[in-house]
T-cell receptor, first 114, second 115 residues
Framework: AQSVTQPDIHITVSEGASLELRCNYSYGATPYLFWYVQSPGQGLQLLLKYFSGDTLVQGIKGFEAEFKRSQSSFNLRKPSVHWSDAAEYFCAVGVKAAGNKLTFGGGTRVLVKP | DTEVTQTPKHLVMGMTNKKSLKCEQHMGHRAMYWYKQKAKKPPELMFVYSYEKLSINESVPSRFSPECPNSSLLNLHLHALQPEDSALYLC??????????????FGPGTRLTVL
């Protein structure tokens, strides 16, 4: 069965600084990978996804992620964080063979210092 | 229309009440999902409907009763809930194609509080 690990439960970053959120997955074949953001009291918003092709994926709100097969990772980055980026971030892996089931990581809470 | 809509946005109910959550999509998707999300936790899959038939029930208590009356509509009927059932309930839909990965599209959720 697939699994997703987000090693960092909390990350605090200063406004304007860069941000990197880690995501590691466990799955035998090429997974379908997603990053979602959730602001307090809100639903899930898709930031970006990787299905195939270029391993560097651009998303909304200035985010990007890089798929590294050798490291089973799909880390999310943003060069300069804004206060509005404070939220919970979830990495997820989708597996077609498992009925398109989505498996989520535990999430990383990002706090932004002024 | 590329949205999944959910009503109501917020719901407060007592433990003896009966209420329903509604989810709607007009993207022609033939799979629909219910998730439960507790605070500071990832979403947990509850039910999946494929072609209006229940295909997955993740051992959810019977006080939660899903219904898919047509391909655009998904309901979750609630009865005799417990305070620990308070959570954000997310609906999602996806295509059902054998050729591609069927990405799920999420609604904004219904925040449920059980008193």
């Amino acid at each position: 069965a697939q699994s997703v690990t987000q090693p960092d439960i909390h990350i605090t970053v200063s406004e304007g600084a860069s941000l990197e959120l880690r995501c590691n997955y466990s799955y035998g074949a090429t997974p379908y990978l997603f990053w979602y953001v959730q602001s307090p009291g809100q639903g899930l918003q898709l930031l970006l996804k990787y299905f195939s092709g270029d391993t560097l994926v651009q998303g909304i709100k200035g985010f990007e992620a890089e798929f590294k097969r050798s490291q089973s990772s799909f880390n999310l980055r943003k060069p300069s964080v804004h206060w509005s980026d404070a939220a919970e971030y979830f990495c997820a892996v989708g597996v077609k063979a498992a009925g398109n089931k989505l498996t989520f990581g535990g999430g990383t809470r990002v706090l932004v210092k002024p | 229309d590329t949205e999944v809509t959910q009503t109501p946005k917020h719901l407060v109910m007592g433990m003896t009440n009966k209420k329903s959550l509604k989810c709607e999509q007009h993207m022609g998707h033939r799979a629909m999902y219910w998730y439960k999300q507790k605070a500071k936790k990832p979403p947990e899959l509850m039910f999946v409907y494929s072609y209006e038939k229940l295909s997955i029930n993740e051992s959810v208590p019977s006080r939660f009763s899903p219904e898919c009356p047509n391909s655009s509509l998904l309901n979750l009927h609630l009865h005799a809930l417990q305070p620990e059932d308070s959570a954000l309930y997310l609906c999602a839909s996806s295509p059902l194609s054998k050729a591609i990965y069927n990405e799920q599209f999420f609604g904004p959720g219904t925040r449920l509080t059980v008193l």
